[in-house]
């Protein structure tokens, strides 16, 4: 018993360190259940889904979140995915607000909640190419509501536009940016393109 | 010392695994939040029509935007628009309605012909609701006190600038400040990655006696060049992408963004040596520029979509009082205001009011235009910076305008290689324009000497 007790002990402290914590960190209450497939998808509803995603951190190659308003892992390292803390990237977010699949042969709707692990096919350069069948490169004067702007490096969303000519993007940035909506002019960069979601039904 | 025993392996074996398991167990529930989504709040979404044509019909369009619905429906929500003619008087309720397209806003109403043509213009404000817990959001923030307001564009001068030609970008008169990217002084601080992007420096200002002060956030500092060297002040910032401003006396103001521990945007008043005067949360969600105004620092804010006082006479401003003074043009010193809207693909409205408007332009461009850098009087002129782009290019227009239209024009070419605050590459200082740019080597201000009388 006393062997056991000093060797349980040994095991929360194992437990503690970065490897075995990192694996099982805010993933752990993610799930992996199937998405709703969908007949509508309207530009407000993906407002109400991308906003329902502001405060809740940055994950590189994330995909799951919840709705508490606060980065459980507000630290982790920049760019590394094994770190499985909360929050979407970039093209995650994108990805799920979208409700695309992870074939990218399906130009569906399909429906993800926010503790739903996933972060789809697709970089922030892919759909910066359209790639994908739900995705196409649209002129960026053109860009509407929850549209998108795409860099080979980053993607965020068009929130609305504002009177002084820049957007209100909803993005996943950067690990200490967050997910949150910022002014931008991604519109009149040259280093990004107009990209879009096929199949808005309202 | 004695061999162990098997028991004593096997149970040393099962105390690590238990002790893990445990372990793995207890940091997931103290660390991560509980899988249990909690309902957000109410946003929206709302562009004024700040200027109008006359004879052109006003049709005020909102984004509700409450917690998702599990059905993935939009939120099903309803409002009111509380609207006048003039500045003054009864408000008159409007009852929102709900269209089947949501690009533009999905909630409406058509303001009354005899309120859209009102030769005083019109003001008002909304009250939406949205959600299961029935949220409510007022936009503008100051609701009642300070309303949206809508002015006729008048009798604006026409400027049509035709059909942008790429490359003929004029060389500045003087590189005023040329830094290596680094962390010592005189170098200026770069973060980022190949895979990530780079951000440089996010903002400057131009100071009375001409020193430029550039926010060197990723050092966490504020480097000032003038004629006798370069001199570093540090300031304790966030590293995020901020604004900045030197005020007349010398006090350094910061607009941070949101960051992951703080999901506000903040304003820092630094005193000249850099320490921190006073920290204060803004009223709205999103800025896109700070500014100084007549009696403290100014910023332009969503989802009011006006110019918010942040501070008066040194003193911070609670968030009802910034929402309670909100405007809809950028206040000056003068006691004017300078009132811009980008309408469409290619058209951008400005006015200057006193009250009423006292002068006003209507400038179209065949080259789409993006955000409007900087719109500011010049003596009995206005300075206006605006971008032009295609999908590939892209480039600044500087206009000189006096009443009748431009008096001198010149496009700018936009070295942006390392990313800055959104309307935060340009400022007016005597009778130049500065530029803030960066290349692959470093970074850079450039001054364009405007040679137009004021």
């Keep these: 018993m006393k062997a056991f007790l000093v060797a349980f002990g040994i095991g929360v402290v194992l437990a503690g360190a970065t490897g075995a914590q990192a694996y099982h960190r805010f993933w752990s209450n993610c799930n992996y259940d199937a998405p709703t497939f969908m007949t509508t998808m309207t530009r407000d509803a993906a407002q109400d889904y991308a906003n329902a995603a502001r405060y809740e951190g940055y994950q590189w190659g994330g995909g799951c979140w919840n709705y508490d308003d606060v980065d459980s892992y507000p630290y982790d390292t920049p760019g590394d995915p094994s770190a499985h803390g909360e929050g979407g990237d970039c093209s995650g977010l994108t990805f799920k607000t979208w409700r695309e699949s992870t074939d990218d042969w399906r130009d569906g709707r399909y429906y993800w909640r926010a503790l739903r692990n996933v972060h789809g096919p697709y970089t922030a350069g892919d759909f910066r190419n359209g790639v994908g069948a739900p995705n196409h490169v649209i002129g960026k004067a053109t860009a509407g509501v929850m549209d998108a702007f795409a860099s080979s490096t980053h993607i965020g969303m068009i929130f609305t536009r504002s009177l002084y000519g820049g957007d209100q993007i909803v993005e996943a940035k950067c690990e200490a940016c967050g997910t949150n909506i910022f002014y931008r002019t991604y519109r009149s960069d040259p280093s990004y393109g107009g990209v879009a979601r096929w199949g808005w039904t309202g | ?454």
């Excluded at chain 2, 780079?198 to 550039?214: I, K, L, R």
């Excluded at chain 2, 000032?224 to 006090?251: I, N």
């Design chain 2, 1 to 454: 010392m004695r061999r162990p025993g098997i028991r004593s392996l096997a149970g040393g074996a099962a105390g690590i695994v238990a002790g893990v398991i445990g372990g793995i167990a207890l940091t997931s529930v103290s660390a991560a939040s509980g899988p249990t989504p909690a309902a957000p709040g109410i946003d929206a979404v709302h562009i004024p029509p700040v200027l109008t044509l006359a004879g052109e019909p006003v049709r005020l369009r909102y984004a509700i935007v409450c917690a998702p619905r599990d059905d993935g429906e939009p939120c099903d929500g309803s409002g009111s628009v509380f609207v006048r003619a003039g500045q003054s008087g009864p408000f008159r309720q409007l009852t929102l309605r709900r269209g089947e397209d949501s690009n533009d806003g999905r909630y409406f109403v058509d303001l009354p012909r005899e309120v859209a043509s009102s030769r005083a213009g019109f003001s008002y404000y909304a009250v939406l609701r949205g959600g299961v817990n029935g949220a409510e959001i007022t936009v503008p923030a100051g609701g009642e006190a300070a309303p949206h307001r809508s002015v006729p564009l008048g009798a604006a001068a026409e400027v049509p600038l035709g059909v942008h030609v790429f490359g003929r970008g004029r060389a500045p008169d003087e590189r005023v400040v040329a830094a290596a990217w680094g962390s010592e002084v005189g170098q200026a601080g770069l973060v980022g990655s190949r895979e990530l992007g780079f951000v440089g420096p996010s903002s400057f200002d131009v100071a009375t006696d001409g020193s430029v002060a550039v926010l060197d956030q990723v050092n966490t500092r504020v480097e000032r060049w003038s004629r006798s060297g370069v001199k570093a002040t540090p300031v304790e910032v966030s590293g995020g992408l901020a604004d900045f401003v030197l005020e007349p006396e010398g006090t350094m103001d910061v607009l941070e963004p949101p960051n992951r521990v703080s999901p506000a945007p903040v304003l820092r008043s630094f005193r000249g040596d850099g320490t921190l005067r006073w920290a204060q949360r803004l009223s709205d969600r999103t800025w896109a520029k700070l500014a100084a105004g007549p009696s403290g620092p100014v910023v332009q804010q969503q989802p009011s979509e006006q110019w918010l006082p942040v501070a008066e006479h040194g003193a911070a401003l609670s968030r009802p009082a910034q929402a309670g003074h909100g405007r809809i043009g950028r206040p000056f010193a003068s006691g004017r205001e300078v009132v811009v809207e980008r309408v469409g693909t290619g058209e951008l409205r400005l006015a200057e009011l006193a009250g009423d408007v006292v002068r006003s332009w209507r400038i179209t461009s065949a080259t789409p235009l993006g955000e409007v850098q900087l719109a500011e009087p010049y003596g009995n002129h206005l300075v206006v910076v605006t971008k032009t782009y295609t999908d590939d290019q892209s480039e600044y227009v500087t206009l000189v305008l006096d009443r009748s239209g431009v008096v001198s024009s010149f496009a700018v070419e936009s070295l942006e290689w390392a990313e800055s605050a959104p309307l935060a590459r340009f400022r007016l200082a005597g009778d130049s324009l500065y530029r803030l740019g960066s290349t692959r080597a470093g970074l850079f201000v450039d001054r364009f000497d405007l040679e137009v009388s004021r």
